[in-house]
């Protein structure tokens, strides 16, 4: 199946002084289709922002291929983004950073609505876009530094909203905000997804809001993909360790205190990265299969790259998870 | 026993652009000896600032009254010379951002020890052994090489762990924890977590923990405090706090973090947003957010008064509220 958008076997290579080579995404494949919400976690410096990057064209891949409704998206650069990429925008984790703060939130909502709409019609496109991120039609002569930060992320959205795009990748959308502002943001968003029928990627180190809100969860371990499934799946029995490791680190509200599991070690550098399964030397079950890089097994609607859910190599007395 | 930390009818106001404003009213809370206290809010609703006031960090021209008692010292009167003797060796605070509280060009090991040699008036060599332990404590891997790194040669889990390390190097008894996690990702949080339950469970530490993660507050503490616009609302055991809430702002936080039931859309937003400081409106400061609210609630703030054994609620109404599991 290919979706609406299309990431297939990705590689994001950084050359840096002293560190030489570093495969910040090593081979990554995702399909995210209309109306659907592919969640992408992992922790920091897993390569899931790299990922984002490289899937709306900020970066050019060095290697794999992104394809939006099929055409393979061209890397921003000084001309003008051919039209059918425009149906493609991205939400950033910081609207401090992402509003221009000297023009009025009207003037930029406006350079996002189409050449096509003209006249009077400009206007009421950015009420329609104010509305539908509830603000009020007032907010369309006021400037960035007036709302707070849950506002500000709404007017983002409705930035990214204004070319009306069929697919929306958000990177870490809310985790800038305070619960309260957290829960509206989110709520817009998927209720987006659901009205207009587009298509989200939505990359965020927080799995329970990821479990809560996304149709398919993908987990990313230092640059790869280890698991990906339908959430409820997922999140009911993992097949890779490392998704039960951070699924079982999610603080639960409780009636007595109980401490979330720990797991061993730090992520290691990805400038060198184990050999074999990168979370080999973290993995409780690890075994001798693990010096070779499991591939990606399907599991039936499902996948992960874990050798202890391949019956040739795992012993039946090693449990899945 | 006296509490370890005693604060009773705090109230602060901050200098402001067009007059006083009014930050903290009337908090009173305590800490016992080894014990992990909790303090949940959103941005804005004054935890930070109790923090702050604790350690005698307040901006110049912040009116205080109320009284602060640690270890029978009366903190709101001290001079600079006696914030000192407080801070480090008596209450020692740790920040969310460990990048910004550690000096980027002095090593871990010149950090760590610079405390001690004052405080503890130790010579460098013991110094240097007991910063060995301590690193050793907060699980930092080869102790004596982390000591000549600099915080950049570490990952941000490792130096939330040497900013903790560096906190408790002059042995203070009160740890004041402000949103320490808040940055880091899970496992790392996990691991965070279980050092200072360790800490306390180890050497007797008493642990304030500002979080305005619910699960975290839960996980950790055994009593919490729910600040809101500069009061708290509720306190209790944290288990009942957050299984049973009796203030609809608490039970409002709970509706608005994700389930864990993949139920799409449950996520319950407050309406609203917390007033500024100096906005709050008459009565009750969470009634214009408040799905119980009365006519009641809008004369004069509700005081905190007790519901049940070790639990206060500061609400007129006292409504059912209904929480789901998760």
């Known amino acids: ?321 | 026993m006296a509490p370890l930390l005693d604060v009773d009818s705090l109230a602060v106001t901050l200098p402001g652009p067009r007059g006083p404003l009014p930050i903290l009213h009337d908090v009173s809370l305590t800490v016992d000896e080894g014990e992990l206290v909790g303090i949940a809010g959103e941005s804005g609703c004054g935890k930070s600032l109790t923090a702050q006031t604790l350690l005698g960090l307040l901006p110049a021209g912040a009116k205080v009254t109320g009284t602060a008692r640690f270890a029978g010292t009366d903190l709101l009167g001290l001079d600079n010379n006696g914030w000192q003797r407080i801070r480090g060796a008596g209450i020692a605070m740790v920040f969310q951002d460990p990048t910004a509280a550690l000096h980027p060009m002095l090593t871990v090991g010149r950090q760590l020890t610079e405390h001690m040699r004052v405080h503890l008036r130790l010579d460098r060599r013991s110094a240097t052994r007991r910063a060995v332990e301590l690193l050793d404590q907060v699980r930092i891997p080869d102790p004596e090489r982390a000591l000549r790194a600099y915080p950049h040669q570490f990952s941000g889990g490792m130096r939330q762990r040497a900013a903790i390390a560096i906190a408790l190097a002059a042995r203070p008894r009160l740890l004041i924890a402000d949103e320490p996690t808040t940055a880091l990702d899970v496992t790392v949080q996990a691991g965070i977590l279980a050092l200072l339950d360790r800490l306390r469970a180890e050497t007797g530490l008493a642990v304030a923990f500002i979080t305005h993660d619910l699960g975290v507050l839960s996980a950790l503490t055994t009593r919490g405090y729910v600040f809101y616009a500069g009061r708290v609302v509720e306190t209790g055991p944290t288990g009942a706090l957050l299984t049973a809430p009796t203030h609809p702002y608490t039970a409002a936080l709970l509706g608005a973090r994700p389930h864990g039931t993949q139920a799409v859309g449950t996520l319950r937003p407050i309406p609203g947003a917390p007033p500024a400081p100096g906005e709050a409106p008459p009565g009750c400061p969470f009634q214009p957010r408040c799905g119980y609210a009365e006519p009641a609630c809008g004369t004069v703030p509700p005081p905190l008064a007790p519901v049940a054994a070790d639990r206060s609620v500061a609400c007129v109404v006292r409504p059912h509220l209904e929480v789901t599991a998760r």
């Not at chain 1, 922790?43 to 990922?51: R, T």
């Not at chain 1, 990214?160 to 989110?186: F, G, N, Y």
């Not at chain 1, 371990?221 to 009911?236: D, F, I, K």
């Open chain 1, 1 to 321: 199946m290919t979706g609406l958008l299309d990431i297939s076997d990705v590689e994001v290579e950084y050359r840096s002084r002293g560190r030489g080579r570093v495969l910040a995404v090593a081979g990554v494949s995702l399909d995210v289709a209309a109306g659907q919400i592919v969640g992408l976690v992992g922790e920091s410096g897993c390569g899931k922002s790299s990922l984002a990057r490289v899937a709306v064209g900020l970066t050019p891949p060095s290697a794999g291929v992104v394809r939006f409704a099929g055409q393979p998206v061209t890397p921003l650069g000084w001309r003008r983004r051919p039209d059918t990429e425009i149906g493609l925008q991205m939400v950033f984790q910081n609207p401090y950073a992402s509003l221009n703060p000297r023009r009025t939130i009207g003037a930029q909502l406006l350079d996002g609505v189409p050449a096509t709409v003209t006249g009077a019609a400009r206007r009421d496109r950015v009420r329609e876009l104010l509305d539908r991120v509830g603000m009020p039609t007032t907010a369309a002569e006021r400037y960035p530094h007036q709302f707070s930060g849950g506002q500000r992320q709404r007017l983002a959205i409705a930035r990214a909203l204004a070319p009306q795009p069929r697919m929306i990748i958000a990177d870490e959308p809310v985790t800038a905000l305070d619960a309260s502002s957290q829960a509206q943001v989110v709520n817009l968003l998927v209720g987006l997804v659901r009205d207009l029928d587009m298509g989200m990627l939505f990359i965020s180190h927080d799995l329970a809001l990821v479990h809560e809100i996304a149709d398919i969860t993908a987990v990313m371990y230092l640059g790869r993909v280890v698991e990906s499934a339908p959430t409820r799946e997922l999140w009911r029995n993992p097949r890779h360790p490392y998704t039960r490791a951070l699924i079982d680190a999610v603080p639960r509200i409780g009636p007595t205190p109980r401490l979330p599991a720990t797991l061993a070690g730090e992520v290691p550098d990805p400038a060198n990265a184990p050999t074999g399964c990168r979370f080999r030397p973290r993995c409780p079950h690890a075994f001798a299969p693990c010096g070779d890089q499991p591939p990606t097994l399907d599991l039936g609607g499902r996948s992960a790259a874990c050798w202890l859910n391949d019956p040739t190599a795992a012993p039946a007395t090693v449990p899945a998870n």
